[in-house]
């Protein structure tokens, strides 16, 4: 989201930070059942800022392939369809929670691999 802002010139407003933790187990069960995250351990990459937020009304419609507020010329809307696919191949999971004025939270949650795969990334 940020690379893409950044490519596409777009203002950005605000602090931007960035967070990789364990997810919280009781939080993950709530929002993983019926999952392939159900009953996972899992890691959650987290992306705020507190810039100008997502209205309301487009929190859902920010998936679909070619919605954007963009205007013409300015992107086509694919890009968090195409994150979301991606994510979900993994066996992740995508979630967006923004309130105009008050900025906007990305959180990406994958399970936990066991295998050392990814120590050298700490």
């Known amino acids: 989201m940020f690379l893409s802002a950044t490519v596409l010139r777009i203002p950005i407003t605000g602090t931007v ?3 990789i933790r364990p997810r919280d187990p009781k939080a993950q069960a709530a929002r993983a059942e019926g ?3 159900e009953g996972a351990e899992a890691v959650m990459v987290e992306f705020a800022d507190t810039g100008e937020g997502i209205a309301i ?3 859902e419609k920010i998936w679909e392939p070619f919605f954007t507020t963009k205007p013409e010329g300015r992107g086509t809307g694919l890009g968090l369809a195409i994150c979301r696919r991606i994510v979900e191949e993994h066996g992740g999971r995508i979630e967006i929670e923004g309130e105009m004025g008050k900025g906007t939270t ?6 936990a691999t066991t295998n050392g795969a ?3 990334l700490i």
């Not at 990305?106 to 399970?111: A, E, G, K, N, Y």
């Open 17 to 19: 930070s960035f967070n």
């Open 35 to 37: 999952s392939r995250l």
């Open 57 to 59: 009304e487009n929190l």
């Open 106 to 111: 990305v959180r990406i949650v994958f399970p």
């Open 118 to 120: 990814f120590a050298n």
